[in-house]
């Protein structure tokens, strides 16, 4: 099992629609959860990141935390073609400064 | 504020050649991390810095893989002899002490070994 799991997809969704990016964790004594964007050929650029359980909004983004359930998902309200990108999950393994990523989803939001 | 720098950009080289990637933090932060990023694996970290001293270097994938930071303000990872193997990005992030696991990254130097 991964440390931390994503669906590669691609996640295809039309303009102006919620996207739903998935993630779960296997290391309970996880703490600190991240979202990055990455755009082809460039470097992951930090989005989202959340600590405790529930949801954290931040203008059209949403990070929602179970830790009972070791699951964390992102939402994109009002989804644009410029978030098309690879959204890479990442987790700090416990008790550390190392983030473990998943091998991130694939937004595709088409006109 | 300038980000994570990161040289060179690009690099090919032959199979059997030492490869030299470099990296400058961001002034202030204290943590520095080396990933490489593959299509297969995805983003792996290889090794991690904090105050210059070497913290985990369990993801070095072997010895051919050595990495040095000998001021807070820079960092080399070195492969020798390199391999086609090797041939991925390797990315450079590095974080401030008061958000210890926030990490910014550096636009990252695309390795081909032929």
């Known amino acids: 099992q991964k440390e931390v799991e994503q669906n590669s997809g691609p996640l295809s969704v039309p303009e102006g629609a919620i996207a739903s990016l998935n993630c779960t964790y296997s290391d309970r004594g996880s703490q600190s959860f991240f979202w990055y964007r990455q755009y082809s050929g460039k470097s992951p650029e930090l989005i989202m990141f959340i600590y405790s359980n529930g949801d954290k909004e931040d203008g059209r983004f949403t990070a929602q935390l179970n830790k009972a359930s070791q699951y964390v998902s992102l939402l994109i309200r009002d989804s644009q073609p410029s978030d098309s990108a690879t959204y890479l999950c990442a987790v700090n393994r416990g008790g550390t400064d190392k983030l473990i990523f998943g091998t991130g989803t694939r937004l595709q939001v088409f006109p | 504020d300038a980000g994570v720098i990161q040289s060179p950009r690009h690099e090919v080289t032959e199979m059997g050649q030492e490869v030299t990637l470099r990296c400058k933090p961001i002034s202030g932060h204290n943590s520095l991390f080396w990933y490489r990023q593959t299509m297969m694996r995805g983003l792996e970290l290889l090794i991690y810095?904090?105050?210059?001293?070497?913290?985990?270097d369990s993801g070095m994938p072997e010895d051919r893989f050595s990495a040095k930071m000998p001021n807070a303000s820079f960092s080399t990872l070195k492969i020798q002899p390199s391999e086609p193997r090797d041939s991925a990005v390797y990315f450079c992030?590095?974080?401030?002490?008061?958000?210890?696991?926030?990490?910014?990254f550096g636009p990252g130097t695309r390795l081909t070994v032929l």
């Open positions: 810095f904090n105050n210059n001293v070497p913290i985990d």
């Open positions: 992030a590095s974080t401030p002490w008061e958000q210890a696991d926030t990490q910014y």
